[in-house]
């Protein structure tokens, strides 16, 4: 018979992996796997559980936010272990999930691991530590995983847009260099963003309209300090957002990037904190991870509207 490990995350999202678990369980039975089922304990258990024994199985699914599946990611390329990866999406927003179609519904989410086919995705390593989609400094980027949990089961994805225009009053820039094969340069920065997504954070065209999971490069997106701030930050907000240029915004596509800082600045990592760092080296690793996706997108169209409901209503709270 063959083996499945599931391992899912009872606080991600509202909790509401409990209302589905029993169901998720019999699509895998059905299915001939003799499961064994693992919900995480704490921060990194589910990387200590594949690498301990993620070799032993001939799949491994898991659900929570993106932070899980970068948690059993990093355990695979940690362990030196390849096996096929299911996601069954149940964090707050879920960006990787939307990126290749999985449905948010997680006992349709079950069927396509059962029923879909395997996808080899492109992951990030920067330095010794790995990410699944996205790598970020400065302005927002620590609100997901600064965010109280409460908040987020209570207020899902607005729980971002709360916690970002609180982090507003703080805003503050990093002075960097930064180097690739296609673009370098040197300035003070409010943010950066590397990434291998459609979404990042919930909003959709924010890295770019033309981006592929399994090309070899990662989208970069960085935001230079305006010279007047107060007058200047606002129309940066719409150019990131896909709506227009502007000066400030700089986007590129490299698969490595090498970036200094004059001091140490906090990262956050697939929406968890990912360390403070004067030096990185973000590198990306083709198609080196092999996901389960649906043989074609499963997203209803209720789901369809919900998303584009959500996106809307976050524009409207940033006045956009």
């Known amino acids: 018979m063959k083996r499945l490990l599931f391992i899912y995350n009872p606080m991600a999202g509202k909790g509401m992996i409990r209302n589905s678990l029993s169901y998720i369980l019999e699509e895998f039975s059905g299915n001939g796997y003799e499961v064994v089922v693992h919900p995480t304990i704490g921060v990194k258990d589910a990387t200590r559980v594949v690498q301990e024994c993620g070799d032993a199985f001939d799949m491994i699914v898991c659900s929570g936010g993106d932070g899980t599946l970068d948690e059993v990611v990093t355990g695979l390329q940690t362990g030196h272990i390849s096996r096929p990866i299911g996601y069954i999406p149940a964090g707050s927003t879920n960006d990787y999930a939307t990126s290749l179609g999985i449905p948010m519904q997680m006992r349709r989410a079950a069927r396509a691991v059962m029923n879909g086919s395997v996808f080899p995705c492109d992951i990030g390593r920067m330095n010794d530590s790995y990410f699944v989609y996205v790598a970020a400094f400065g302005a927002f980027a620590n609100v997901s995983y600064d965010t109280p949990q409460d908040m987020k089961n209570m207020l899902g994805h607005m729980a971002y847009i709360v916690r970002g225009m609180q982090s507003l009053a703080s805003i503050k820039s990093y002075h960097m260099h930064y180097e690739s094969e296609e673009n370098s340069g040197t300035g003070d920065f409010l943010?950066?963003?590397?990434?291998?997504?459609?979404?990042?954070?919930?909003f959709k065209g924010i890295t770019g309209p033309d981006v592929t999971l399994n090309d070899g490069v990662f989208e970069v997106t960085m935001i230079r300090m305006p010279a007047i701030p107060a007058m200047e930050l606002p129309a940066v907000l719409p150019a990131l957002m896909g709506g227009t240029e502007n000066k400030n915004l700089i986007t590129f596509k490299t698969s490595?990037?090498?970036?200094?800082?004059?001091?140490?600045?906090?990262?956050?990592?697939?929406?968890?904190?990912?360390?403070?760092?004067?030096?990185?080296?973000?590198?990306?690793?083709?198609?080196?991870?092999?996901?389960?996706?649906?043989?074609?997108?499963?997203?209803?169209?209720e789901e369809t509207v919900q998303r584009e409901a959500e996106m809307t209503e976050s524009l409207r709270s940033l006045g956009m």
Not at 191 to 202: E, F, Q
Not at 263 to 270: G, K, L, P
Not at 273 to 281: D, T
């Open 191 to 202: 943010l950066g963003m590397i990434t291998n997504s459609n979404s990042v954070g919930g």
């Open 256 to 301: 490595r990037l090498e970036i200094w800082f004059e001091d140490e600045v906090e990262w956050s990592r697939d929406g968890e904190y990912g360390g403070s760092h004067r030096h990185l080296v973000i590198e990306n690793i083709p198609k080196a991870l092999p996901i389960i996706i649906p043989e074609e997108s499963a997203m209803t169209d």
